[in-house]
């Protein structure tokens, strides 16, 4: 299980660039004009993990599957898109379908690179896109909600805990505020499930990427603060890159190189990675690991699950049938040198029903269907 992320912003603030950087294609046309992206594009990279390739060198598998990232590269928005300006209908359909969204925001300045704003300032650029989020959001509550309401003096259970999700967020939408800032707590369970069946906008988790110039990309600039600040402000995160670099990285053959060219700029690491970081971190995601000489796989799973559930992410027999779960904290491994040393030394624990899985465990699932 990996996790979609759709890349949104308005024209020209190197959505594309960005894309075709991170999946290392050239799906996405990028081009200085608005809408060049009329279908969005979908790509799928490896996620990178140093832990993953600790365990390839001990085990020496035959096949190594690191999990996936699943970008999808969006057409850009403008102010009306609510209305169905531009490709607006287009846009909102296509981002209620991703799980998460990555904001990328304009943060550098070149006359040859036309803002279909006039000017460069990315926390007006952010509310534009948020505001026509929020429009849909709040038309679409108030179409459902007189139905709701209805039901509700009916004595319809799910309606009335549905009426009591939709007023904070209505009163949210009516404020500026996104639905996400009045989201029911976790501890109510009809709630959440409430919440989430409405499908909003502005429910999903946001990733502010900041595309500063080449001479920013280590440092920031005032842009990329002023994104941060609004990042914080909102419980949110914000990366800073440059499309243009992780372009360049994208097209170099190996990884040393990759990395002399990122030492030279003062990187340590990739966009990419810096992403996914943010990302897993916005999502509540982690890893866990299955090691073998056939295979060594790297699981994406959210963080709280129990080993059942775990199991059911390779395949839904093993959580069906779940038996116990032989578990090895990847720390144990890696120090000891593999499995066998872990048996012999005590460190391999046979995990039931209702361990909550570790980031970093390798797992061995027993099941019987």
Known sequence: ??????????????????????????????????????????????????????????????????????????????????????????????IR?????????????DDNITHVEGSVDPIRDAEIVETELMIADLESLEKRYDQTVKKARGGDKESIVRQAVMEPIIKALKSGKPA???????????????????????????????????????????????????AASEGAKAVIISAAIESEVAQLDNKEEQQEFLETLGLKETGLARIIKAGYELLGLQTYFTAGPKEVRAWTFVKG???????????????????????????????????????????????GKDYVVQDGDLMNFLFNV
Request: glycine share 8%.
């Open 180 to 230: 996400r800032t009045a989201a029911p707590d976790d501890s109510n369970k009809d709630a959440v499930k409430e919440y989430k069946m409405l499908q909003l906008l502005t429910s999903k988790p946001v990733l502010y990427v900041c595309n500063v110039d080449e001479n920013s990309a280590a440092t920031g600039n005032k842009f990329s603060e002023a994104v941060e600040k609004k």
């Open 305 to 351: 699950s129990k080993a059942p559930q775990c199991a059911g992410i390779i395949h839904s027999d093993f959580e069906r049938g779940f038996i116990r779960a032989e578990t090895i904290a990847y720390d144990d491994y890696v120090n000891l040198g593999g499995e066998q040393a872990c048996k012999e030394a005590g460190k391999m624990r046979s995990e």
């Open 97 to 109: 379908e991703v799980d998460a969204i990555i904001h990328v925001l304009r943060c550098f300045e």
């Open 1 to 94: 299980m990996g996790f979609n992320c759709g890349i949104v912003g308005l024209p020209n603030v190197g959505k594309s660039t960005l894309f075709n950087a991170l999946t290392q294609t050239i799906a996405a046309q990028a081009a200085n004009f608005p809408f060049c992206t009329i279908e969005p594009n979908t790509g799928r990279v490896a996620v990178p993990d140093e832990r993953l390739d600790k365990l390839v060198e001990l085990v020496k598998p035959k096949n190594v599957v690191p999990t996936q990232l699943e970008f999808v590269d969006i057409a850009g928005l403008v102010k009306g898109a609510s209305r169905g300006e531009g490709l607006g209908n287009q846009f909102l359909a296509n």
